[in-house]
């Protein structure tokens, strides 16, 4: 097992930027979550994609958006950034099947916006 | 739609001693029930995890938790804790629909003390 890798770990924009984060999942896992954990807060779930397609999403609004590719890797992408966007990223692996699925988590992006 | 409460943002404890984190849920459909660990700027490690069967469920580094269906609650217990741990400790739950949207509570602070 690789786990799950995020890149990069720390990166600043400022407000009105667009970023893009991203996550190679664990190996074999066709089923990606992002959540944002705001300084002080649990994580939110933001979406999740399952065979590369969008299969749920959190109170988030359309200027957060993803991408899952066919070799398990995917992209979160944030547009005209705020400063409430400012948070810690995490990324989160799975392999669907009936029952519960575990998630596993990579480390995380923190994005500061000024 | 489903919440979590930890009750306790913080809790201070002396090493070797008891501990007892707490989580109460809200959801109107059965769940699945979680305890993550979160290291300084590390992402969230699963301690345990209730999916079915017995209430008392065992974890990794000595953890347990009990679920109570009738009291909604899913609280983490350890006979005796480690300066290693001190962290983040975050409650979440998610339905059981497949789906693996998580919701997390706003995790308790453990701090271990020599």
């Known amino acids: 097992e690789t786990g799950v890798t995020q890149s990069p770990t720390h990166l600043i924009k400022t407000r009105g930027q667009q970023v893009t984060l991203r996550c190679s999942s664990q190996s074999g896992h066709n089923t990606v979550s992002w959540y944002q954990q705001a300084l002080g807060q649990g994580p939110q779930f933001i979406f999740q994609?399952?065979?590369?397609?969008?299969?749920g999403r959190g109170n988030f609004p359309p200027r957060f958006s993803g991408l899952q590719f066919p070799n398990y890797s995917s992209e979160l992408n944030v547009n005209a950034l705020e400063l409430d966007d400012s948070a810690l990223y995490l990324c989160?692996?799975?392999?669907?099947?009936?029952?519960?699925?575990?998630?596993?988590f990579g480390a995380g992006s923190r994005l500061t916006v000024l | 739609a489903q919440s979590v409460t930890q009750l306790d943002s913080q809790v201070p404890v002396f090493e070797e001693a008891p501990v007892e984190l707490r989580c109460n849920y809200s959801?109107?459909?059965?769940?699945?029930l979680f305890w993550y660990v979160q290291y300084p700027n590390q992402g969230l490690q699963l301690l345990l995890k209730?999916?079915?069967?017995?209430?008392l469920v065992k974890g990794i580094n000595g953890f347990e938790a009990e679920f109570n269906k009738s009291q909604t609650s899913f609280h983490l217990r350890k006979p005796s804790v480690h300066i290693s741990d001190t962290a983040e400790y975050f409650c979440a739950v998610s339905v059981r629909s497949g789906s693996e949207k998580l919701v997390f509570g706003k995790g308790t602070k453990l701090t271990v003390n020599p």
């Open positions: 994609y399952y065979r590369e397609e969008e299969n």
């Open positions: 989160a692996s799975s392999f669907e099947a009936p029952g519960a699925n575990v998630l596993t």
């Open positions: 209730y999916l079915s069967g017995s209430t």
């Open positions: 959801s109107s459909v059965s769940v699945y």
